[in-house]
């Protein structure tokens, strides 16, 4: 197991490497393995899980009856699925979680993860660190779905990215045809509105990095 990946999780970090080797020891675990495409949490199953991403990427994905689908959120390396799920009054999985590619992860029962937040208060100060973060995100997502235009979707995104990391180079989540889910639209529509706002100086689009170059064009976009 890459236990650097653990030290930098969201749940494990500021706990070193030897720390969290002695934690595993006694704590109940597995380790799971999952092919591209697969999927990991199912919509409505009991939420009776936490998993931590060691490898690979993973994406909450909602589908609706008329055969719309939202991408929700991509997890990578070091980051968690299913918490707020497993802790919520419903204990259902809101949504599908499936693999965007070869991914392993480790996997608590809900019951194990909260004797690991008694057992250790720095594992419970970052448990609810991640679920504030998660809540705060999902404001960011829904208001980044109320904008109508691919530009000013992918405006609102950058500049979310950009405060949230303290850079103007961001880079984009996987795939461009992904992180065009994200924003519920399409990759040749997102790939022309990146190719203009390049050209207007805005930006400078390198996949998979984007440079920011005019933070307040990208302003002016949303009319702020």
Known sequence: MDYSVL????????????????????APHHIEGYDKGETIFHLMDDADRIGIVL???VEAQKSFPNGSQI?????????????????SHSHKYPCDV??????TLIVFRKEDAL?????????????????????????QRLELLSYSGIAQKAAFWLLMQARQTGRDVIKIPGSVSNWAMIMNVSRPSLHREL??????????YNPPLVTILSTSDLQDLLGV
């Open 7 to 26: 030290e930098t999780s969201t749940l494990f970090k500021g706990i070193s490497t030897k720390e969290i080797k002695k934690i595993l020891e006694e």
């Open 55 to 57: 490898k690979g990427s």
């Open 115 to 139: 004797v690991l937040m008694q057992k250790d208060i720095r594992i419970l100060e970052n448990f609810t660190s991640e679920i504030a973060s998660a809540t705060y995100m999902l404001q």
């Open 195 to 204: 190719k203009k706002m390049e050209d207007e100086n805005i930006i400078s």
């Open 98 to 103: 499936v693999s965007l590619e070869p991914v």
């Open 71 to 87: 991408n929700v959120s991509v997890r990578g390396a070091g980051e968690m699925i299913g918490p707020a799920a497993a802790f």
